[in-house]
Structures are given as C-alpha cells and as structure tokens.
C-alpha cells in the first residue's frame, strides 16, 4: 500500500530544516492515507457485571465444552450442561443485580 512513489522535490534553493520538514510532512500524509488508524473496542467494557469471578467461570465452561467434545461421554456433556446452566443463572442474577445497584445510585443523586 505503501507503492505511492514520493515525488521528487528541488532542495537546491531549500534550507534542510525545511526541506526535511516537507519531506516527513508529505511522508506522514501517505501514511496516514495507506495504513489508517483503526479502533477496536473492548468487549467487557460494555458489560461491566462481568467480574473477574465470571470471566474465570466462563473460562472453565469453554474448558468443559472443549472436555465433553474430546471425550464424548454422557458424563462430561452433562457437568459441562449442568455449569454451563449455573453459570447462565449467574451470569443474569449479575446483569440484573448491577442494573439494581445502578439505579439505586442515580435515585439517590437526584436531590
């Protein structure tokens, strides 16, 4: 992406502080041209319930998915089922229990 040729420029009557000024100027331009500035967002930022308990649950019940698939026994699909069930539970009491204490929070400040 970086193919775009940097024009030859007359330096003769150009000071070198000025002439180096104009070539990194015109240099950052293609840059910021060919490779733009991307952003990426953070998943848990827009879900702040998830604590750090949580995440280390969901951690553990991709553990027992990928268990119960390697091993393919009803025994460990069903404790990957049953925590996964739990954690679901959890997951909502969560959501639910944040947007509570929230709402509490902003009732109070409206005096």
């Not at 992406?1 to 100027?25: H, R, T, W």
């Not at 404790?79 to 959890?90: A, D, F, M, Q, V």
Request: aromatic share 10%.
């Amino acid at each position: 992406m970086l193919n775009i040729p940097l024009k030859p420029q007359d330096c003769n009557s150009v000071d070198v502080n000025e002439a180096y000024g104009l070539f990194s100027d015109k240099l950052l331009n293609i840059y910021d041209h060919c490779i733009p500035l991307t952003t990426s967002i953070v998943k848990n930022a827009a879900k702040p319930w998830l604590m750090r308990g949580i995440l280390v649950a969901i951690k553990k019940k991709h553990l027992l998915y990928r268990d119960s698939l390697q091993k393919k026994t009803q025994c460990a699909t069903d404790k990957y089922i049953n925590y996964k069930n739990k954690l679901t539970k959890l997951i909502r009491t969560a959501h639910k229990q944040y947007y509570a204490d929230w709402f509490e929070d902003i009732r109070g400040d409206m005096s």
